[in-house]
């Protein structure tokens, strides 16, 4: 993370003022150091708001950007925060902290005219004047200068409609990851029911906007196959990308795939009979992988039993080095619950978010699994976490 030499952030956190559109009627807290901006979206899906608080305190001010909706999501880039609108919505709103962080630097409509919604899941800036948005409900990932008025906001797109599913209309881009100069695009290929077909992982070459085929000798797609269906998430270490896809609902084909940033091939880690006791056939009750994170020397996945009468969350860790090793590391202090998300934090640190409309507590765990102070107490469930160091 980008260490700014700001003092904007904290003064707008002591007077709470997050633009004209915003609200906050929390307590104030003074901001130094890595900051952390949580999306909360309420229980029943209808309203939403943001967070924004410090890592080393754990101190934080709830009901900015609140919204009578609840498909957003957040997308961080050095002193940027944007705010995506999706579904429907289609916007994207920009905060800047070298420019008073906490007011609007411009909100921008992402649908296109006489179109269905663009559905924007992620925008990942890699410079100043360029960023990839990617769009669930289109064919193509938008080039885009972050930097232009909205007039000139699109540079360029490219295309994947050859990744589309039969009978279906998009290839369901939802995640993606930068590594050396080149765009990872994992999309679920859901068909036309919404059932998973392979997943694949299209590899954009950043210099020249063009996709690189990973297996020339291949007549067929230039991306990575994977074994990981109906993918959710991705993450990078130095080495590999790791994939992890949440499967069928209705069965345990949930996986997680390991490409090399080498050369591209692809190795399963965890597949439908990897923590087959967790499943009740009788029930229902199947694990789905949600998420995967990297912290320090540790792979980190989540795994919510779905299904059944008692869905529930839990966290497997491995080491790196020999990462087909996972061990339940769960802590006692949410045992039972369902996490809603997981994140890789500052300090080799895993934030975790239990979707619990009670209790929707965010734990904070170091790269053993064991829980740091106390728990965060939000007043709806936290879907999305980012980072950003902000220092005077």
């Known amino acids: 993370m980008k260490k700014l030499a700001l003092t904007a952030l904290s003064a707008a956190l002591l007077t709470g003022c997050f633009g004209d559109d915003s609200s906050n009627n929390g307590n104030p807290v003074d901001t130094q150091g890595p900051i952390f901006i949580a999306q909360l979206i309420s229980a029943d899906y209808l309203t939403s708001e943001i967070a924004i608080g410090t890592v080393s305190e754990n101190e934080f001010v709830e009901n900015y950007a609140s919204q009578d909706a609840s498909d957003y999501t957040i997308d961080v880039y050095e002193q940027y925060l944007y705010h995506i609108g999706r579904g429907s ?6 905060y800047d902290a070298a420019a008073e962080f906490l007011q609007e630097d411009y909100t921008y409509n992402l649908a296109e005219p006489e179109s269905s919604s663009s559905n924007v899941y992620q925008i990942l800036q890699v410079a100043e004047d360029k960023a990839y948005v990617l769009r669930y409900g289109k064919t193509s990932v938008q080039v885009v200068d972050p930097s232009a008025d909205e007039e000139n906001f699109v540079l360029s797109e490219v295309e994947l409609a050859a990744y589309v599913a039969e009978g279906a209309t998009y290839p369901r881009m939802y995640s993606a990851v930068v590594s050396d100069d080149k765009l990872f695009v994992g999309m679920q290929r859901l068909d036309a029911n919404w059932q998973p077909t392979q997943s694949y992982v299209a590899v954009i070459d950043i210099a020249t906007n063009t996709e690189i085929d990973t297996d020339a ?19 990078l270490d130095d080495n590999y990308v790791y994939v992890a896809g949440r499967g069928n609902y209705s069965d345990n084909s949930g ?22 006791a967790l499943n009740d056939d009788e029930s229902g009750a199947y694990y789905h992988v949600l998420a995967v994170e990297v912290v320090g020397d540790t792979l980190f996945v989540q795994i919510n039993l779905e299904g059944g009468e008692a869905p529930r969350g839990y966290i497997y860790s491995a080491p ?11 802590p006692d202090a949410f045992a039972g619950e369902k996490i809603a998300t997981v994140q890789s934090g500052p300090d080799n640190t895993l934030w975790v978010s239990l979707d619990n409309a009670e209790t929707p507590d965010v734990y ?16 709806m469930p936290v879907r999305e976490i980012e980072f950003m160091d902000i220092q005077d």
């Open 89 to 94: 919505i289609d916007t994207l709103t920009r």
């Open 217 to 235: 000798e291949d007549e067929g797609l230039k991306g990575i196959p994977l074994s990981a269906d109906n993918l959710h998430s991705m993450a």
């Open 255 to 276: 996986a997680l795939d390991r490409i090399s940033l080498n050369d591209y091939s692809v190795n399963t880690l965890i597949d439908g009979s990897t923590f087959a």
């Open 320 to 330: 790196i080095s020999n990462p087909s090793s996972f061990t339940d590391v769960t």
């Open 364 to 379: 904070v765990l170091n790269e053993n699994a064991e829980v740091q102070g106390e728990a965060l107490e939000f007043s």
